[in-house]
């Protein structure tokens, strides 16, 4: 879901599951969420952070359901901080929720992308790094249609 936090304004989740799965392919509006939850963006971010997101460690104990019932009880992490009993949730050292909460807001977005050119592949070296590097199986890796 960190795709929504980015800007996306849509996530699909399950789209490529094997049918064998049987799990329905779900569909996430941001604007929905935001409408449903009564949230602004900037709550949601937070709310993301302490359920868990790539960028930094989440607080012990919270889970979805607690993050969402303190966002609505503080507004943010900060309010949360500043409310918290620490002595039932441990709050991760030097915890980056602000570096987390910038990366979602200013992703650092490069636009010079190299020219891609698409040449014949090494099949000596694919080899290599798949049995003598990484351990695959030799036959298998050959004899791959």
Not at 30 to 57: N, P, R, S
């Amino acid at each position: 879901m960190d795709s929504l936090t980015f800007g996306a304004t849509r996530f699909v989740r399950h789209l490529m599951d094997p049918s064998s799965r049987k799990i329905p392919v779900m569909e996430f509006e941001v604007a929905k969420i935001l409408e449903e939850l009564q949230f602004t963006m900037d709550q949601f971010i937070d709310l993301c952070i302490l359920c868990g997101c790539d960028y930094c460690d989440s607080i012990k104990g919270i889970g979805g359901l607690t993050a969402l019932k303190l966002i609505r009880q503080h507004g943010s992490i900060e309010g949360i901080l500043e409310n918290i009993n620490k002595d039932k949730y441990q709050i991760p050292e030097d915890w980056p929720y602000q570096e987390a909460r910038r990366m979602f807001k200013e992703p650092d977005v490069t636009l010079d992308i190299p020219e891609l050119k698409w040449t014949a592949p090494d099949e000596e070296g694919l080899v290599n790094f798949l049995v003598k590097e990484n351990g695959f199986n030799q036959d298998r890796v050959t004899k791959a249609p």
